[in-house]
């Protein structure tokens, strides 16, 4: 039997490889697979995608694939290690969530894709430094039908999980419509901003971004070192009044913060304050793409 466990922000990055030679534990007990993950089978076993921020992914070979089938798993068939991956992922409830039905898919191949980026818009109020789409942005938005069909086709090749970002996606005026097709698909997503207008967010698509993984805020260094990356004099301190907005109403956040030279020195500031609001920040380093 053999499992790996994933995790995925900005890229795939291998987490954990079981290879499974051990015996059966033979301890008892039942355990329900939880439906809040969405369960691919494919060719060589299954990939059951786990809602988080980091966007895991837990890949079972045909073996364990067939333990967990029935959706009501006895652990006895499965090997110590087995049940304490499956545990701590969250693969494994005690008791089953009412009201929620399972979300299965079926492919005759394996390796498909399961995270896409959605770029809601060209539209942006920043001109970031580190930004590789700087050169096209424009006034440029597709149609609802257009975006609705691209996530179809995508959902169709697998996809279950986007990225919703821009430019701002923010400046979409019918961004309620897109986030609730999203959640009427059972597809996860999280909305990348760079923070200007979190303040500004009404009632109606606050309770869409709590529904989100998480909002996640674009960082580049602290105070008016960030401001002139964005060349936005005042971002930051309007980020921070909108994550206090966030907050005050259960709203999910985290960080990415591009590393380069001018903001290194910022980073134990940057992340005292993701401690400070508990949430996750991803240190990533500046890649030469597009226009960045």
């Known amino acids: 039997m053999k499992a790996i466990h994933w995790h995925n922000l900005v890229v795939p990055c291998l987490s954990e490889i079981i290879v499974d030679q051990e015996e059966p534990s033979g301890k008892k007990g039942l355990f329900v697979l939880n439906p809040e993950c969405v369960i691919r089978y494919q060719s060589d076993g299954v990939l059951i995608t786990l809602p988080r921020l980091m966007f895991e992914s837990i890949y079972l070979d045909k073996d364990l694939a067939s333990v967990i089938k029935n959706r009501m798993i006895d652990i006895s068939e ?75 086709k995508l959902k169709s090749f697998g996809v279950v999980n986007f990225e919703i970002t821009g430019g701002e996606p923010l400046l979409r005026h019918d961004l309620i419509e897109i986030l609730n097709y999203l959640i009427n698909q059972r ?68 960080f990415i913060y591009t590393v380069q030279e001018a903001n290194v020195h910022d980073i134990p500031e940057a992340i005292e304050l993701a401690y400070s609001m508990n949430a996750i920040i991803q240190l990533r380093p500046v890649k030469i793409v597009g226009s960045a």
């Open 187 to 254: 597809l996860n997503y999280f909305l990348v901003t760079n923070g200007e207008y979190l303040e500004e967010v009404n009632d109606d698509l606050i309770e869409l971004l709590k529904k989100a993984i998480a909002v996640v805020i674009s960082l580049d260094g602290v105070g008016d070192r960030h401001d002139l990356a964005r060349k936005r004099p005042g971002l930051y301190d309007k980020i921070l009044r909108g994550l206090r907005n966030l907050s005050q109403k259960n709203v999910r956040f985290a």
């Open 78 to 152: 499965l090997s110590f290690s087995s049940v304490k991956l499956l545990k701590q992922s969250g693969l494994l409830l005690s008791k089953p969530i009412k009201g929620l039905d399972y979300f299965e898919q079926s492919y005759t191949v394996a390796n498909l894709p399961n995270r896409a980026i959605l770029d809601l818009t060209h539209e942006c109020n920043c001109h970031c430094l580190t930004c590789y789409h700087r050169d096209d942005l424009d006034n440029y938005q597709p149609s609802l039908a257009d975006l609705i069909n691209r996530i179809n």
